[in-house]
Nanobody, 117 residues
Framework: QVQLVESGGGSVQPGGSLGLSCAASTSIFVTFAMGWYRQVPGKQRELVARITATGSTNYADSVKGRFTISRDNAKNTVYLQMNNLKPEDTAVYYC???????????WGQGTQVTVSS
């Protein structure tokens, strides 16, 4: 079982920045693809950004150029740096870990991000 613990959510004004962190309790973190998803009430959870085990990244069109995903394999941690935040970025953000050889997804508990003036 892999546990994911997110931190760093909060409230910020439009145009501001926030950073999220997700620490994973696994000795094979380096083999996982890691991602950040977000969800607002009444809508499906959507992919925000993803980083593979080899470091390739992809982003939702709505966050390209503003968000950056990165990972530190030595710390078993994935990060999401969010800049120039917009009210529409308001959501609960979830960390995801996926291991292809097991075909298993793991999720964090979620952290609230609120962008409002």
């Amino acid at each position: 079982q892999v546990q994911l613990v997110e931190s760093g959510g909060g409230s910020v004004q439009p145009g501001g920045s926030l950073g999220l962190s997700c620490a994973a309790s696994t000795s094979i973190f380096v083999t996982f693809a890691m991602g950040w998803y977000r969800q607002v009430p009444g809508k499906q959870r959507e992919l925000v950004a993803r980083i593979t085990a080899t470091g390739s990244t992809n982003y939702a069109d709505s966050v390209k150029g503003r968000f950056t995903i990165s990972r530190d394999n030595a710390k078993n941690t994935v990060y999401l740096q969010m800049n120039n935040l917009k009210p529409e970025d308001t959501a609960v953000y979830y960390c995801n870990a996926y291991l292809a050889i097991w075909n298993r997804d793991y999720w964090g508990q979620g952290t609230q991000v609120t962008v409002s003036s």
